[in-house]
């Protein structure tokens, strides 16, 4: 596996930081996680931007470069073998000292992972899948909204309580905030429809807001569909005529089961013909390079 170290291409055992990086020492990077089609990123303005804001946030001096962005996940899909892949760029605030330090960080680490895709297919063969209320509540976010940081150990605990509880394989955990509101999964965002509305959890509550989550919002409201940003709980999806999740890899993910936690039903529906609708059209938009 070949990554890309500031830069250069270099061999997974030869890419190497250091261990005073504030990235590693006090958890200060950022990361962005897209897909290629057709070997072009998609929405890849929109990674860049959310990256930017949030080394803005922290004080890493680093500057979206898009056109440099694209020539570099070309030279790394070619190194991997790859036509297209999965895209992890992370940038993290670079060597310092050890102590917490107020000063900015002006020479960043920027690190570029590429590995094959998961098999998907076409999207409307694709099928449900099973959430899994969580007991572990959603963290509270880094700064006033939150930043898809290095930070994962919520995510990382949250995977651990549902293999402890049994879940089936490909389960989703689905996390609440510390009030018990509906927040987002394990890797997702949430999104159903009830009463021709779409609904989806504030970002108030602590949920990423998702570069897919933002595009399925515009998609939805293009096609005269309302949309709903706010505060729900649980009880809520038992209205639900169709849930679905999305993220940047896996699109838009039907949901055919939704359990409390301990595993017993809350909901169950199968994929419904405006979340069909919109996963075909997302995959058409994104083959075709269309953000409009």
């Not at 895209?87 to 002006?106: D, H, K, M």
């Not at 919520?154 to 510390?178: C, H, I, Q, S, V």
């Not at 169709?242 to 359990?259: A, C």
């Amino acid at each position: 596996m070949m990554v890309l170290l500031d830069g250069q291409l270099k061999k997974r055992e030869e890419a190497v930081i250091s261990v005073f990086d504030h990235g590693f020492l006090y958890g200060m990077g950022l990361f962005e996680t897209f897909r290629t089609y057709g070997g072009r990123p998609w929405l890849l303005e929109r990674h860049a931007a959310r990256l930017a804001r949030g080394c803005r946030t922290l004080g890493i001096a680093w500057e979206p470069d898009p056109e440099r962005m694209r020539a570099d996940i070309a030279r790394l899909l070619a190194a991997n073998g790859l036509t297209d892949g999965y895209i992890r760029w992370s940038v993290s605030a670079g060597e310092g000292g050890i102590g917490l330090t107020a000063n900015p960080y002006l020479r960043p680490t920027e690190v570029v992972y590429a590995k094959a895709l998961p098999s998907g297919g076409d999207p409307s063969s694709r099928p449900g899948k099973t959430l899994r209320l969580l007991r572990l509540p959603r963290s509270t976010p880094e700064s006033q909204e939150r930043m898809k940081s290095v930070q994962y150990i919520n995510n990382m605990l949250g995977k651990r309580e549902l293999a402890a509880g049994g879940a089936e394989p490909g389960t989703e955990g689905l996390f609440l905030d510390p009030q018990g509101r509906l927040c987002e999964g394990l890797v997702s965002n949430l999104f159903w429809l009830a009463g021709g509305t779409l609904h989806t959890p504030s970002t108030d509550t602590g949920a990423l807001p998702g570069v897919t989550r933002e595009f399925v919002m515009e998609m939805a409201r293009k096609s005269g569909v309302a949309v709903r940003e706010g505060w729900y709980v649980p009880d809520d999806l038992r209205r639900a005529e169709e849930i679905f999740v999305t993220n940047s890899i896996q699109e838009i993910v039907p949901v055919t089961r939704v359990e409390d936690e301990e595993g017993k039903p809350l909901w169950s529906g199968g994929t419904g013909p405006a979340t069909r609708r919109w996963m075909e059209e997302y995959r058409r938009m994104a083959e075709k390079g269309e953000t409009r």
